[in-house]
């Protein structure tokens, strides 16, 4: 059973561009959440996607949106990227109370 | 509004020794607690967690917490410490009524001496 995963592995963008990060869950999990980690910080919650639909959201820009597939799979977008979005973007999946998470997607933006 | 306060971002502790990691917590809610394991370019592995059942928690790797209400407190500890885990852990609190956003502290990175 493959646990989630995440593409790419890692990315440069430059200031003002925009991205797309992809996260599969594991496999019966029908939630995902996202956060960003940045350098020597804890993950801090962007927002999670249950039955397609955004089901809560942390405190951040909308330059930071989503969006879930039928099949459970979901994306991360980000528009107008800032130095400070360099990061490391995590996503997890839950079927309940236990978030498994991938290995993450590390984003720098130059 | 939920948070959780790690005490001590960097814990070293000679290899045999007890490991002691500690987690204070707030939440207007009852709280379920994690604790989660990073090595360097990974992502996050569960430890562990408390979802109101037992206030012992055992968990993976021979780690265990205690949730002590009284204390707002889910320290981690093991009895004896291997090098494999060098590591940074992260304790996170979340809501209880399911699929609840985690918050996260900032980390402690466990350093292990020979």
């Known amino acids: 059973d493959a646990g989630v995963t995440q593409s790419p592995t890692h990315l440069i963008k430059t200031r003002g561009q925009q991205v797309t990060l992809r996260c599969s869950p594991k496999s019966g999990h029908d939630t995902v959440s996202w956060y960003q980690q940045a350098l020597g910080q804890g993950p801090q919650f962007i927002f999670q996607y249950y039955e397609e639909e955004e089901r809560q959201r942390g405190n951040f820009p909308d330059r930071f949106s989503g969006h879930q597939f039928p099949n459970y799979s979901s994306e991360l977008n980000v528009n107008a990227l800032l130095l400070g979005d360099s990061a490391l973007y995590l996503c997890?999946?839950?079927?309940?109370?236990?978030?498994?998470f991938g290995p993450g997607t590390r984003l720098t933006v130059t | 509004a939920q948070s959780v306060t790690q005490l001590g971002s960097h814990v070293s502790v000679s290899e045999g020794a007890l490991v002691l990691l500690r987690c204070n917590y707030s939440s207007s809610v009852p709280p379920y607690l994690f604790w989660y394991v990073q090595y360097p370019n990974q992502g996050l592995q569960l430890l562990l967690k408390y979802t109101s059942a037992a206030t012992l928690v055992k968990g993976i790797n021979g780690f265990e917490a205690e949730f002590k209400k009284s204390e707002t407190s889910f320290h981690l500890t093991k009895p004896s410490a291997h090098m494999s885990d060098a590591a940074e852990y992260f304790c996170?609190?979340?809501?209880?009524?399911?699929?609840?956003?985690?918050?996260f502290g900032t980390g402690t990175r466990l350093t292990i001496i020979p």
């Open positions: 996170a609190v979340s809501g209880s009524f399911g699929n609840e956003k985690l918050t």
């Open positions: 997890a999946s839950s079927l309940w109370n236990e978030q498994y």
